[in-house]
């Protein structure tokens, strides 16, 4: 019986080590791409990320002070907050909570880059966001280019502080989806 030549089975080799090396590089963008999804909080807000087709979508679902206060300078106090930075007119009324803060988020190149609406500015930015540490990372920023912008870094809701245990109460959520802390 004869055996391949000695080049075949260097193809042979380098073909299974592409397989392996392909496999492999799925399996972290598939990681990659499932990452973002959950709660997440900054400690004064919530927001729920979550898969609209091949998008990702991001919601502020909760807000420590949902209602405005004398001290935030604008609002009538005790009326619910709404996106009055918004530079539509007529989006500044719509409250808050329940606004969607991603678009056009894609996963390419081994990474999410989309859109992210800042309420506070009333502005939409380019944003790219990823997981690291077990924080999700949004940076926010103008004209393409990313150094030209700022992170923020949020929490995975998993344990409920105080803070996030207020937001869940007064926002209405059905399931916190957290451990209360002792």
């Not at 496999?23 to 990452?35: I, K, M, T, V």
């Not at 894609?106 to 930015?125: A, H, I, K, L, N």
Request: hydrophobic share 40%; with cysteine; net charge neutral.
């Amino acid at each position: 019986m004869r055996s391949a030549a000695p080049g075949a089975q260097l193809s042979v080799f380098v073909l299974l080590l592409w397989a392996g090396v392909m496999h492999a590089s799925e399996a972290e963008d598939n990681a990659e791409r499932q990452a973002p999804i959950g709660r997440w909080s900054t400690g004064g807000t919530l927001i729920e990320v979550t898969t609209q087709g091949a998008s990702l979508s991001a919601r502020l679902i909760a807000l420590k002070h949902p209602l405005y206060r004398r001290k935030d300078g604008r609002g009538e106090v005790g009326a619910v907050k709404v996106d009055d930075q918004n530079p539509d007119p007529a989006l500044r009324e719509r409250p808050l909570l329940g606004l969607e803060l991603f678009s056009d988020f894609e996963f390419r190149r081994g990474r999410w880059s989309g859109r992210v609406y800042s309420p506070e500015s009333g502005r939409t930015f380019s944003a790219r966001i990823r997981v690291k540490d077990n924080e999700l990372h949004v940076r926010g920023f103008i004209l393409g280019m990313p150094w030209l912008g700022r992170s923020t870094g949020l929490l995975p809701v998993a344990v409920c502080d105080e803070d996030i245990l207020k937001m869940i109460s007064t926002s209405g959520i059905d399931e916190p989806a957290c451990t209360p802390t002792q």
